[in-house]
């Protein structure tokens, strides 16, 4: 189950929305029966990274959900589906993105924390979140 949030700019009215949580296949799972499926759900550098701690270690856990993400240099918003590999509750390979940007690694946010954003459309710091439009999915 998930969230999805819409984003508003007070100023242009530019609308996005964020998606955060689990949904119907990025859920936690082992890593052989997500790699058993045979859908490339996430970005196929994950995806050869999988393929490859797969290789080397048996009984891998794999968690994916779709997290939100601020560039902590220019404020934009990204939600983007966040694979953590768990070798008995140890964590051997986590998700890395960049800022589409400026290329800044982003940083997870806590969006319930978050008074602002930049809007995309205009880059000005007026981007809220529409508490009237959230849904759930799953
Ligand atoms: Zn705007
Ligand atoms: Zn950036």
Redesign the pocket.
Known sequence: MGHAYTYR??????EARFNEGHGFLIRPQSLDSYLNAGEKLFHYKTHRALKKLAQEQKELFVDAAFRIYKCPHCNLLFDKVDVTVFDNGTPVHKSEFRCSSCRSRLKRTNIHRLKYAV??????K??HIDPRKMILWD
Not at 9 to 14: G, L, R, T, V
Not at 119 to 124: I, S, T
């Open positions: 700019c007070d100023h242009c009215s530019f809007c995309p459309a205009c880059k000005k007026t981007f």
